[in-house]
């Protein structure tokens, strides 16, 4: 088990475990590099506020915000400000988004922020699932093993009697 302070020191030990893998032949030597979101530890209070919207980052939508037109389950990137207002491309085009119109008294994260990184993976690599996705049955903290990878997908061995073939995208 490694324990790490921050996101930086996770990666670099991450790194260091991978090629100690590939010494011992635990995991295959070819990787593959994929896309994946480091969600951002924001507050309630902070994602009211423009400064973590910074160019780049990704946004989702958790609930519907009829009143901003945005759906559930929307997910932009931050392409600048205008005012008070955020600035997202996303599939359906150019929207905005205004942090301060965000009620005060949610119950449960409206809005999530990430940061987009690239991590590489093998074949015998173990990961975990950072957050709840009940359309594809995982749940956050749920480990699984890379059985499968290519430059298109991925395939996880979830317990002993399941498999997860994702697209890397997803």
């Known amino acids: 088990m490694l324990l ?3 996101r930086a020191l996770r ?5 260091q475990a991978q090629a100690v893998l590939k010494a011992r032949g635990e995991i295959d030597q070819k990787g593959v590099a994929i896309p994946i979101l480091d969600r951002v530890n924001l507050t309630r209070e902070q994602v009211r506020h423009l400064e973590p919207y910074e160019r780049g980052r990704i946004v ?21 400000h205008k005012g008070d207002k955020v600035l997202l491309d996303t599939a359906q085009g150019r929207v905005t988004f205004t942090p301060n119109r965000l009620a005060h008294n949610l119950k449960e994260d409206a809005v999530s ?29 749920q ?28």
């Open 60 to 80: 989702e939508f958790r609930n519907a915000m009829p009143r901003q037109g945005l759906d559930k389950g929307t997910m932009g990137r931050v392409v600048g």
């Open 113 to 141: 922020v990430y940061d987009e990184r690239t991590v590489t993976l093998h074949q015998g690599d173990r990961v975990r699932f950072s957050a709840n996705n009940h359309k594809l049955g995982v749940l956050n903290a």
């Open 4 to 6: 790490t302070a921050g």
């Open 143 to 170: 480990a699984g093993q890379v059985e499968a990878l290519d430059q298109r997908s991925i395939t996880i061995t979830l317990g002993v009697d399941r498999k997860l073939t994702l697209a890397l995208d997803d």
């Open 11 to 15: 990666a670099e030990a991450n790194t």
